[in-house]
Every structure is written in C-alpha cells, then in structure tokens.
C-alpha cells in the first residue's frame, strides 16, 4: 500500500486499485471512499503528493515536524493528498517543481487569507484579557458579595468536574437572611422578581469567588436555569430572570453572555419568588 518516491519522498501512502472516472481519468477507488468519508467531497482522488510540497508545508509550519516527531513531511504528504483529491488541483506539468508551485500557491493563497480574521480574532481577545476584571467590576457596581448561604438540605453548593462548576440553586435571600416570597402575577410584581433575580446573582457569585478564590478565573458563563414562582397567568418569567442575566453580564462583560431556560413553576422551597441555578466554564 505505499508507492516508493525519492529521498525523503519514499514510502508517501498511496491507494491501489485503479480505475476511470466520468472523465476518463485513471483514479483510486479506496482512495475515493477515503478522501469522501475524511473530507466530505467527490472529487478526483489520491495522488502521490512531491516530497518537495512536503517539505515546504514544514517549512512554512515547523509545528507539524514536532508535533509528528520528525515524521512531519509523511502526515504533509497525507494531508496534501487528500487535500488535492477534493480541490482537484492538476499539476502544470509532470515536473515536480511545477507540482509543488500549484499546491504550495494554494497553500500560501489560503493562508494570506486568513490572516487578517486570525490578527483580527487575536486583536479582540488580547483587548478582552486586558480589561477582563470581575472584581474590579463589582467594587465599580457598588456590590460586596456576602457569605455564601447555605445549602438547606442534603446538597452542596457546587461541584467542579473538569473545567466546569455546576452551581446548586439559589434564591433571592439578602444578608440579613430576609428572602423575597410570593407568586408573580399574584402578590409579586415583575419589578420585585426583576430585584430577586439579581440579589440571587450575587449569592451565585459569592459562592463561585468562594470556590475560586478570584473571579477572574471565570472562563464563560455557560448556561442559567431560572425557575419563577408563577401564578398560572403568569408569562413574564424572562423578564424577572433578566435581573439576573443583566448582573452576570454587567460583571463578566461577554464572557458573561450565557444561555437560559426561564420557566414557571407553581411553588419553590419556603415559598420564594425565584430560584436560579449556573454553569460556568473555569481555568485553574
């Protein structure tokens, strides 16, 4: 299964089995379901790449000679197989300089353009890291965060697996231990559920500073569940989970910006107007 090149060209896997295809071109069959499965595309299939567009994809990216330790020039050649396979890249000759020139040009064309979205995306997250301060943001927000409450049953907090924290709900229940309860559209205004949201905020806050010691190390906001103590002609429950959404934003900026559930349910623990659960992507 390997076609003999020259130099460090030799043994560049290569598919037996020819055949022609609607043009009347010699191809590989194996290779075709290959390059069909790996790639997604019906085009020609695999020819032997030139040792020389091997070398000079490493020389353009020295990581790949590393990263295959020193056999970085024979996962080129697959690459660029495969790659010549979808492209349907024809040589300008059967000279191998003329076979390098048409792929390395390829090559080289795509890189330059991606270049500028690459410089661009590296651009916005450098700026991002420079003004990504959580705690900065709460002393400008005028928030201490408490002791983290309690958990009032058989549970903990939250539980870290890998580089997720899964947070344990929490409800809007200030430091003197007082707690908003009722019903929305019974009792409960959407203003006052607006507030809850957000005081619960800042409980869910202080138990992931308790758990890391620094904001900062908040990666993303991955997902809120906000469950609204509702009458059943309530519908407003995203408007009260918003006073939740709005602080996680407000502190981690876009890192904050997270998807939701907001749902009614006809009754929470002691009778209080929300519960909020999060899960938050953290870096060590």
């Not at 295959?68 to 059967?94: T, Y």
């Not at 991002?128 to 009032?152: F, H, N």
């Not at 009778?271 to 938050?280: D, L, P």
Request: proline fraction near 6%; hydrophobic fraction near 40%; glycine fraction near 10%.
């Amino acid at each position: 299964m390997t076609s003999q090149g020259r130099g460090f060209g030799d043994n560049v896997p290569v598919a037996h089995g020819r055949l022609e295809d609607s043009g009347g071109r010699a191809c590989h069959e194996p290779a075709r379901a290959e390059a069909t499965q790996e790639l997604g595309c019906n085009g020609p299939v695999e020819r032997p790449v030139e040792p020389e567009s091997a070398l000079w994809l490493i020389l353009v990216f020295p990581e790949i000679q590393t990263q295959f330790e020193g056999n970085g020039w024979k996962a080129c050649a697959h690459v660029m197989n495969r790659a010549s396979c979808c492209l349907d890249i024809q040589p300008l000759s059967h000279s191998g300089v003329c076979k390098m020139m048409n792929r390395s040009l390829l090559l080289a064309l795509c890189s330059i353009a991606t270049l500028p979205f690459i410089s661009s995306q590296q651009g916005t997250l450098a700026q991002q890291d420079q003004t990504y301060d959580p705690e900065a943001r709460l002393v400008e927000l005028g928030i201490t965060l408490p002791e983290p409450p309690s958990p009032v049953a058989n549970y903990v907090n939250g539980v870290r697996t890998g580089n997720l924290i899964f947070l344990a709900g929490k409800g809007p229940k200030a430091a003197d231990g007082s707690e908003l309860h009722g019903k929305l559209g019974a009792g409960v205004t959407i203003e006052e559920g607006y507030e809850g949201a957000r005081l619960t905020a800042i409980n869910q806050l202080a138990v992931l500073h308790a758990m890391l010691g620094n904001l900062d190390r908040v990666v993303r906001v991955v997902k809120v569940l906000g469950m609204v103590n509702s009458d059943p002609s309530f519908v407003e429950q995203p408007a009260v989970i918003n006073g939740f959404s709005d602080l996680i934003v407000q502190v981690f900026g876009e890192r904050g910006r997270h998807a939701r559930a907001a749902v009614g349910m006809a009754s929470l623990p002691r009778g209080q107007a929300v519960e909020i659960e999060m899960i938050v992507e953290v870096r060590d």
